[in-house]
């Protein structure tokens, strides 16, 4: 009896583990392509895109394009903040606070996924302005 305590809190004590590795692995990739763009190194920041994203636009080119025009405070972010990290219906999501070129604030969030290629982006959503004080 006195193993079963302590034999959930080793499992527990993995799961947190894993659950941290993940996130500062999600961290990375993000950040990565995040710096990527800042380079206009678009195909490092493609490589991070999942296979639904890259068959949706069939090319970095098409990729950068569209990240550029729908999405300028990545195209040049400035600064960037992690937020939370969540999973939702077996899905995981993790926020993003992005300072643009002009210092305006804006909130993302990334879906990503793990794939035999480690973990990429699945999605990006623009969030509703965060408010945030001086």
């Known amino acids: 009896m006195k193993r079963l305590p302590i034999l959930i809190l080793g499992l527990w004590l993995s799961a947190t583990s894993l659950a941290a590795q993940d996130n500062a692995a999600i961290e990375g990739v993000i950040g990565d392509q995040l ?20 068959r949706l636009f069939g090319s970095e080119g098409n990729f950068g394009a569209m990240v550029q025009q729908a999405y300028p405070m990545v195209w040049d972010n400035a600064d960037v903040r992690f937020g939370e990290l969540r999973e939702l219906s077996g899905l995981l999501f993790q926020r993003v606070l992005i300072r643009d070129a002009q210092g305006v604030l804006h909130m993302l969030e990334y879906q990503m996924i793990d794939t035999e290629n480690g973990w990429q982006i699945n999605g990006v959503q623009l969030l509703p302005a965060p408010d945030v004080g001086a």
Do not use: C, E, L, M
Not at 35 to 54: C, E, L, M, Y
């Open 35 to 54: 710096q990527a763009f800042n380079d206009r190194d678009v195909g490092t920041a493609w490589s991070h895109a999942s296979p639904n994203i890259k």
